[in-house]
């Protein structure tokens, strides 16, 4: 089992940003393809964007490439997701998720290990 953990969410304003963070205590995230799902209420999960183990190539979901950027930080064994001017259309339960394989999806059936999740609140 690898113990995904996500931190950073929290209630934001129109406009504003937060960091979401995905860690694993114990574990190399860099030998793992980890990506960045999204579950607002009533909806379904959609891919948000992912990076691969094989070449650290990172992709986005089209509409959300540009207000939103993922990074990992191999000094503090994290995945970032920076999420900028969020509006809210934004407000769901963001996760991290990860498996084994060379090149990263926006799949959720591609992904073996998950998060619990970290809720984003956009308000007024």
């Known amino acids: 089992q690898l113990p995904l953990v996500e931190s950073g969410g929290g209630f934001v304003q129109p406009g504003g940003s937060l960091t979401l963070s995905c860690t694993a205590f114990?574990?190399?995230?860099?030998?793992?393809?980890i990506a960045w799902f999204r579950q607002a209420p009533g909806k379904e999960r959609e891919g948000i964007s992912c990076i691969s183990s094989g070449d650290f190539s990172i992709n986005y979901r089209q509409s959300m490439k540009g207000r939103f950027t993922m990074s990992r930080i191999n000094a503090m064994n994290a995945v970032l997701l920076q999420l900028n001017r969020l509006n809210f259309e934004d407000k769901a339960t963001y996760y991290c998720?990860?498996?084994?394989?060379?090149?990263?999806?926006?799949?959720?059936?591609?992904?073996?290990?998950w998060g619990r999740g970290t809720r984003v609140t956009v308000f007024s």
């Open positions: 998720a990860a498996n084994q394989k060379a090149m990263c999806s926006l799949l959720e059936a591609d992904y073996t290990y």
């Open positions: 114990g574990f190399n995230l860099g030998a793992y393809t």
